[in-house]
């Protein structure tokens, strides 16, 4: 699935328009925020769909595979090639508060 999203990713015109970097940190936080505001899971597919950039992608998914690393969230597929979604753990917030410490934001 990420691969599809990337592939569209690259296929899509684009302005070339100086672009500000986006680290995996920021996406962090992106996704801490939109986990917060969800009662239910959310799809992976549309966590990603809004990410505009290439690099954003790929912070976005180090982002999602950290907080997975961290037990922050939990990535779920309930068949093959079924959508996978994402939902938070109930140690998401101390996570948030308290283990963003821990984090890894030194992906180059």
């Known amino acids: 699935m990420f691969r599809d999203i990337l592939e569209r990713a690259r296929n899509r015109p684009v302005i070339n328009v100086e672009e500000d970097s986006v680290t995996v940190g920021q996406m962090i936080q992106f996704l801490s925020r939109r986990l917060t505001m969800e009662d239910k899971p959310v799809a992976l597919r549309r966590l ?61």
């Open 48 to 108: 990603l769909s809004h990410t505009r950039s290439e690099r954003a992608l790929i912070a976005m998914f180090l982002a999602l595979l950290e907080l997975v690393r961290l037990q922050a969230i939990l990535l779920r597929q309930d068949r093959a090639f079924s959508e996978i979604s994402s939902r938070s753990t109930p140690g998401f917030e101390s996570v948030m508060n308290d283990g963003l410490a821990n984090a890894r934001d030194d992906w180059r």
